[in-house]
């Protein structure tokens, strides 16, 4: 059975730092793209970056030059480091494996993990 395991949520204060892990078991994975997504209250999922199997990255808008993806293969584990935290990311963060498709749409992921919250304080 696949599974994804976050873990490194939390709370922090403006300005801060968070590092965020996933861990997947149960599949193939060292030869699909990986990514993290957030969902804050009343808004839909929204993509925050992908690592595909290369180790090149893509981020949103919203993150880029702030967040960090990484990835140790040997470890079916991918790393994302969050650095100068605004309030506004806020929200439940969730790791995922990606299909087909589009790598901003939801839809394109299949495998999810169990999303854990982020709070920013400010």
């Known amino acids: 059975q696949v599974q994804l395991v976050e873990s490194g949520g939390g709370l922090v204060q403006a300005g801060g730092s968070l590092r965020r892990s996933c861990v997947a078991s149960g599949g193939t994975f060292s030869t699909y793209p990986l990514g993290w997504f957030r969902q804050a209250p009343g808004k839909e999922r929204e993509f925050v970056a992908v690592i595909r199997r290369s180790h090149t990255t893509s981020y949103s808008d919203s993150v880029k030059g702030r967040f960090t993806l990484s990835r140790d293969d040997a470890k079916n584990t991918v790393y994302l480091q969050m650095n100068s935290l605004k309030p506004e990311d806020t929200a439940v963060y969730f790791c995922?494996?990606?299909?087909?498709?589009?790598?901003?749409?939801?839809?394109?992921?299949?495998?999810w993990g169990q999303g854990t919250q982020v709070t920013v304080s400010s």
């Open positions: 995922a494996r990606f299909s087909s498709g589009s790598v901003v749409r939801a839809t394109s992921w299949d495998y």
